[in-house]
């Protein structure tokens, strides 16, 4: 068979390499379509996909605009020319391409506040796929898994940290380090959002630094450490996670590595303008079973950071938390491969308007 993957975001591309590869090596023919934005070329190259780039997108709010009928026009051209049997992606793009080309097309979703995207890309799929967490019914065609769609690349039967993670940062086999990721709020969805000021990311880096060595993974690229007790994260981006998995912290204002680092047993802290009670169900369900803290007022996040970097037990408490949560989640490139090589299978994935009894 063939298939199409859409990635637009690095986070994409993780979501979907494993099953890329078991699908490559079941003799399947696959092709990666991705977007220059960010590191997810990077992730692409790195991992030995099959991939063709579509186009690029800058971290500014408009660029995605600019660049779309571009983007459009290109993805058009290259699916109809390796004319799949079945397209899976997060949105528009792939929906898309599934009607230009009448081939059927896999979403997984996982964000609520996209309304726009799941609007226009939504009548097109032949099925979405969304964690149990998500708090739309989006019809009949609409199942759910147990999980993030970051268990398709941190579930542990796919994932195990590199046991060289410390050497490679330089730091020792003691020594306590933060990570904090500070969002550059350039995707589609980042309209109209903000997360740090540039004069909080500087007080917390101060702050924090007294207690722990800090690493800074900046996606804008616009604070200047040299003026700061804080260290660029400069590994190569797919050894991020295992980094996250040796930190005592994580403290951000973007949300996937939040998730990320939930499902590592690392203890994370996330601020921005979705918090609140519209915020995403993945991030209330991480919430609730106590792995992450959504907190709005900058001053309770050093608070709370301050608590957690001091603490000797955090790291045990939490490994225990999120064994117990891991636990009863899937691992989603199973689901995927199984739906790609038999779309059957996607009738053993709950169904949620049965589930619901709600009106399609």
């Given at each position: 068979m063939r298939f199409v993957f859409l990635t637009n975001t690095p986070a994409h591309v993780h979501l979907y390499k494993h099953a890329v590869d078991r699908l490559t090596e079941a003799g399947h023919d696959v092709l990666v379509l991705g977007r220059d934005y960010g590191c997810t070329e990077a992730l692409l190259s790195f991992y030995d996909l099959p991939y063709e780039i579509y186009g690029k997108c800058g971290t500014q709010?408009?660029?995605?605009?600019?660049?779309?009928?571009?983007?459009?026009?290109?993805?058009?051209?290259?699916?109809?020319r390796f004319d799949p049997d079945l397209i899976f992606g997060m949105g528009g793009y792939a929906a898309h391409a599934g009607l230009f080309t009448r081939t059927p097309v896999i979403l997984i979703l996982d964000s609520e506040p996209t309304t726009l995207d799941t609007a226009i890309s939504r009548p097109f799929a032949r099925y979405l796929l969304t964690p149990s967490a998500f708090q739309k019914n989006l019809g009949s065609r609409h199942h759910e898994f147990e999980g993030f769609k970051e268990s398709a690349y941190l579930h542990p039967d796919v994932f195990q940290p590199r046991e060289d993670i410390r050497d490679r940062l330089g730091v020792g086999p003691d020594e306590r380090y933060v990570v904090t990721r500070f969002?550059?709020?350039?995707?589609?969805?980042?309209?109209?959002?903000?997360?740090?000021?540039?004069?909080?990311r500087r007080e917390f880096i101060e702050r924090i630094a007294?207690?722990?060595?800090?690493?800074?993974?900046?996606?804008?690229g616009t604070l200047n450490l040299e003026t700061l007790p804080a260290r660029e994260y400069d590994l190569h981006p797919a050894l991020m996670h295992d980094a996250l998995a040796e930190a005592h912290l994580l403290v951000a204002d973007t949300q996937t590595m939040v998730t990320e680092a939930a499902l590592l047993g690392t203890p994370a802290i996330r601020s921005n303008s979705f918090v609140g009670d519209s915020d995403m169900g993945n991030f209330h369900a991480l919430e609730e079973a106590g792995l992450i803290d959504n907190v709005a007022a900058f001053d309770d996040v050093l608070d709370l950071a301050l608590e957690r970097v001091t603490s000797d037990d955090v790291l045990d408490e939490w490994d225990e938390k999120r064994r117990q949560f891991v636990d009863g989640t899937v691992n989603l490139?199973?689901?995927?491969?199984?739906?790609?090589e038999n779309e059957g299978a996607v009738e053993q994935v709950e169904r949620v308007h049965q589930r619901t009894g709600m009106s399609t």
């Amino acid at each position: 068979m063939r298939f199409v993957f859409l990635t637009n975001t690095p986070a994409h591309v993780h979501l979907y390499k494993h099953a890329v590869d078991r699908l490559t090596e079941a003799g399947h023919d696959v092709l990666v379509l991705g977007r220059d934005y960010g590191c997810t070329e990077a992730l692409l190259s790195f991992y030995d996909l099959p991939y063709e780039i579509y186009g690029k997108c800058g971290t500014q709010k408009l660029s995605l605009f600019r660049e779309l009928p571009r983007h459009y026009l290109s993805i058009f051209r290259q699916v109809r020319r390796f004319d799949p049997d079945l397209i899976f992606g997060m949105g528009g793009y792939a929906a898309h391409a599934g009607l230009f080309t009448r081939t059927p097309v896999i979403l997984i979703l996982d964000s609520e506040p996209t309304t726009l995207d799941t609007a226009i890309s939504r009548p097109f799929a032949r099925y979405l796929l969304t964690p149990s967490a998500f708090q739309k019914n989006l019809g009949s065609r609409h199942h759910e898994f147990e999980g993030f769609k970051e268990s398709a690349y941190l579930h542990p039967d796919v994932f195990q940290p590199r046991e060289d993670i410390r050497d490679r940062l330089g730091v020792g086999p003691d020594e306590r380090y933060v990570v904090t990721r500070f969002n550059a709020f350039g995707s589609h969805h980042d309209i109209g959002q903000s997360g740090f000021t540039p004069e909080q990311r500087r007080e917390f880096i101060e702050r924090i630094a007294e207690h722990a060595t800090v690493f800074v993974s900046d996606e804008g690229g616009t604070l200047n450490l040299e003026t700061l007790p804080a260290r660029e994260y400069d590994l190569h981006p797919a050894l991020m996670h295992d980094a996250l998995a040796e930190a005592h912290l994580l403290v951000a204002d973007t949300q996937t590595m939040v998730t990320e680092a939930a499902l590592l047993g690392t203890p994370a802290i996330r601020s921005n303008s979705f918090v609140g009670d519209s915020d995403m169900g993945n991030f209330h369900a991480l919430e609730e079973a106590g792995l992450i803290d959504n907190v709005a007022a900058f001053d309770d996040v050093l608070d709370l950071a301050l608590e957690r970097v001091t603490s000797d037990d955090v790291l045990d408490e939490w490994d225990e938390k999120r064994r117990q949560f891991v636990d009863g989640t899937v691992n989603l490139t199973d689901v995927i491969v199984a739906i790609a090589e038999n779309e059957g299978a996607v009738e053993q994935v709950e169904r949620v308007h049965q589930r619901t009894g709600m009106s399609t």
